[in-house]
Nanobody
């Protein structure tokens, strides 16, 4: 099991930027696809972005394409989510997650059942 700790959330005005980080420990990090999910008040947790274990394939939900960028540094056991042009509807708790299966081939869509380890979440609030 891998332990995941998110950081970097906060309060930002619409149009602003934040960079989330997720530090992994307890298990080899590099063979696993990593993902970001979010959950807004009163809503279900939704997929935001994923990055393949090799780092060369990324997937995004349509609402964040062109604004968010997921990346990873396997040497630092860390995955990032750069969020630009933030909107009030991006307000949510953001969770980092690690794939259940190592070396999984890249996919065009992901759901939370694909991921077996989760962080505690970090709050992102975007004011209008």
């Amino acid at each position: 099991q891998v332990q995941l700790v998110e950081s970097g959330g906060g309060l930002v005005q619409a149009g602003g930027s934040l960079r989330l980080s997720c530090a992994a420990s307890g298990r080899t990090f590099s063979p696993y696809t990593m993902g970001w999910f979010r959950q807004a008040p009163g809503k279900e947790r939704e997929f935001v972005a994923a990055i393949s274990w090799s780092g060369d394939r990324t997937t995004y939900t349509d609402s964040v394409k062109g604004r968010f960028t997921i990346s990873r540094d396997n040497a630092k056991n860390t995955v990032y989510l750069q969020m630009n042009s933030l909107k009030p509807e991006d307000t949510a708790i953001y969770y980092c997650a690690a794939d259940r299966v190592p070396l999984r081939p890249p996919r065009s869509s992901w759901n939370q059942n694909d991921f077996g380890s989760w962080g505690q979440g970090t709050q992102v609030t975007v004011s209008s």
